[in-house]
């Protein structure tokens, strides 16, 4: 009996870890999200001609996704599509190296054509008690200021480029105005600037069709002494931050030794009846 008894504690001490251990990214892989931004046009989007994001939304962000390192062939097509055969936008190629961790966005180009491109982003470490900030122009509108506080921190910003800062942790006050100007032509909206975090700013939409808006990105996991996989907010693959992974191993760890003193009360209890009989 307590062979058996050991034996089933055990076992369910085995399931239990494997059901919570968290999901880790491999040094191998490349991780892809991708942002939609180009309005009024929902799109199934095919990899490889595999069906991946069915009725993507403009504004949406999926992601990020853990692949292998290579080249894969992207196509935007209408929903409900049966195939990649008459794309809205594509082939496109995206080049992904091991290890690399990018955002695919989909978008205006400065004359409101349709258009792509394929943003790295830096997942580098991060001094204690900063994060980073990148703003990428992805909207069919001229060069940008970049006004925090009224004032430019970022200036001429061009479709498709991109800036990168980093501040202090705290939230800002971001707004998007025509270059030499203050007049927000976008926002003002509040930014979180987490610590040990990059915040990507989208502006996306076209300016002459009134339809300008802001997407936001969060990529975790870069303290300057790191612990943990950086991994996207939009949560389709992504990796546990490091303080869950604590909280989760921890309660598991609670529930497994509660079990295993239930069984072992429940096995003494049997024991002493069949004594006593």
Same mark, same amino acid.
């Given at each position: 009996?307590?062979?058996?008894?050991?034996?089933?504690?055990?076992?369910?001490?085995?399931?239990?870890?494997?059901?919570?251990?968290?999901?880790?990214?491999?040094?191998?892989?490349?991780?892809?999200?991708?942002?939609?931004?180009?309005?009024?046009?929902?799109?199934?989007?095919?990899?490889?001609?595999?069906?991946?994001?069915?009725?993507?939304?403009?504004?949406?962000?999926?992601?990020? $996704?853990? @692949? /292998? %390192? &290579? *080249?894969?062939?992207?196509?935007? #097509? =209408?929903?409900?599509? +049966? !195939?990649?055969?008459?794309?809205?936008?594509?082939?496109?190629?995206?080049?992904?190296?091991?290890?690399?961790?990018?955002?695919?966005?989909?978008?205006?180009?400065?004359?409101?054509?349709?258009?792509?491109?394929?943003?790295?982003?830096?997942?580098?470490?991060?001094?204690?008690?900063?994060?980073?900030?990148?703003?990428?122009?992805?909207?069919?509108?001229?060069?940008?200021?970049?006004?925090?506080?009224?004032?430019?921190?970022?200036?001429?910003?061009?479709?498709?480029?991109?800036?990168? $800062?980093? @501040? /202090? %942790? &705290? *939230?800002?006050?971001?707004?998007? #105005? =025509?270059?030499?100007? +203050? !007049?927000?032509?976008?926002?003002?909206?509040?930014?979180?600037?987490?610590?040990?975090?990059?915040?990507?700013?989208?502006?996306?939409?076209?300016?002459?069709?009134?339809?300008?808006?802001?997407?936001?990105?969060?990529?975790?996991?870069?303290?300057?002494?790191?612990?943990?996989?950086?991994?996207?907010?939009?949560?389709?693959?992504?990796?546990?931050?490091?303080?869950?992974?604590?909280?989760?191993?921890?309660?598991?760890?609670?529930?497994?030794?509660?079990?295993?003193?239930?069984?072992?009360?429940?096995?003494?209890?049997?024991?002493?009846?069949?004594?006593?009989?």
């Amino acid at each position: 009996m307590k062979k058996i008894l050991i034996a089933g504690i055990g076992a369910g001490a085995l399931v239990a870890f494997g059901a919570v251990a968290p999901a880790t990214a491999s040094e191998q892989n490349a991780m892809l999200s991708v942002l939609h931004g180009i309005p009024d046009t929902p799109v199934d989007v095919y990899v490889n001609d595999e069906l991946t994001l069915d009725d993507f939304q403009p504004g949406d962000l999926a992601g990020p $996704l853990e @692949l /292998p %390192a &290579g *080249t894969y062939s992207v196509v935007l #097509a =209408a929903p409900d599509s +049966t !195939d990649a055969s008459e794309p809205v936008l594509g082939p496109i190629d995206l080049p992904l190296e091991a290890g690399g961790n990018y955002t695919a966005v989909a978008h205006l180009d400065a004359d409101g054509a349709p258009t792509a491109n394929l943003f790295t982003n830096d997942v580098s470490d991060i001094a204690a008690g900063e994060g980073r900030l990148t703003v990428r122009h992805v909207a069919a509108a001229p060069p940008v200021d970049i006004l925090a506080g009224g004032e430019a921190v970022i200036s001429n910003l061009a479709n498709p480029d991109e800036q990168t $800062l980093n @501040l /202090p %942790a &705290g *939230t800002v006050e971001a707004s998007v #105005a =025509a270059t030499g100007t +203050t !007049d927000p032509v976008l926002g003002p909206a509040p930014v979180d600037v987490a610590e040990g975090t990059l915040t990507i700013v989208y502006a996306w939409g076209s300016l002459e069709d009134e339809n300008l808006d802001l997407a936001v990105q969060t990529i975790s996991g870069m303290h300057s002494s790191p612990d943990g996989v950086p991994a996207g907010s939009a949560g389709l693959v992504a990796t546990n931050a490091p303080e869950q992974q604590f909280g989760i191993w921890a309660t598991a760890g609670l529930a497994i030794l509660a079990a295993i003193a239930l069984a072992a009360a429940a096995a003494r209890k049997a024991i002493t009846a069949k004594a006593e009989r």
